[in-house]
């Protein structure tokens, strides 16, 4: 298929090396940034936070969090041009979820006068998924998976590389960044830069993806 946009998705892979030299454009940054933001989430709670690490100092203190686990990720810490953190609230709230009212209301999107129907109702689904103690931290962390898969497509069209990893330390990474997560939770890293040619193993490999009839089913 040669549509532009199977083409990206064909084209992105999962970088096994990245080249230390290269670092992604300021205003590509930029472009990633504004990316992370616009994705989707459920009532448009954006219950995230993404922590950009982009000095060598945040990237050593990144590295460092894989002292004890997940080491075959450990090098893209340093080696990458970034790192981004995805982390959720754990305990979404009302007081939460009001900011986000506030901006349906200011950027025009929500008229003033449904200001408590859309605070009370939609937070029906919030409630729906929290639990005698408050978290609601399975249905906050989906909503970043939703990132996530949002920003490989917007890289795989900037022709960045990347490299999700769950094979993170989020221990060591809640110690390490406790101040910047600020009660947020990290399960989940997103390396970005360019792979280094000739080193990366995955480069260039056919993807190795299931039939189509077995994952699509259309009635
Ligand atoms: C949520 C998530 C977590 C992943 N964690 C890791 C990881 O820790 N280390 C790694 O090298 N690859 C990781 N991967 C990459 C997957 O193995 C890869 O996406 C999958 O094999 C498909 O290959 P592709 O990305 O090259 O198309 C992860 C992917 C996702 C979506």
């Not at 754990?90 to 009001?98: C, S």
């Not at 109702?121 to 978290?135: C, I, M, R, S």
Request: charged share 25%; with cysteine; proline share 4%.
């Amino acid at each position: 298929m040669t549509h532009p946009i199977i083409q990206d998705l064909n084209r992105r892979y999962t970088t096994k090396k990245y080249d230390a030299n290269q670092r992604i454009s300021e205003q590509d940054i930029q472009v990633i940034k504004q990316a992370l933001r616009l994705s989707a989430s459920s009532i448009n709670s954006q219950p995230w936070k993404f922590i950009v690490l982009e000095s060598d100092e945040a990237k050593q203190r990144f590295h460092d969090t894989f002292v004890n686990k997940f080491q075959f990720n450990q090098p893209h810490a340093t080696e990458a041009s970034h790192t981004i953190l995805f982390a959720h609230n754990p305990h979404f709230t009302k007081e939460d979820y009001k900011k986000v009212v506030d901006a349906e209301v200011t950027s025009g999107h929500l008229p003033a006068e449904r200001y408590n129907d859309m605070l009370n109702g939609a937070f029906g689904f919030v409630e729906l998924n929290t639990d005698n103690q408050g978290f609601n931290g399975h249905w906050t962390k989906a909503q970043t998976y939703i990132a996530l898969g949002n920003i490989l497509h917007t890289l795989a069209r900037m022709g960045i590389a990347s490299t999700p990893m769950e094979g993170v330390d989020a221990e060591l990474i809640g110690e390490t960044f406790k101040q910047e997560l600020d009660g947020y939770q990290c399960d989940f890293a997103l390396a970005i830069g360019y792979h280094k040619q000739d080193e990366d193993y995955n480069h260039g490999l056919p993807k190795a993806r299931l039939p189509i009839d077995d994952v699509v089913t259309t009635l």
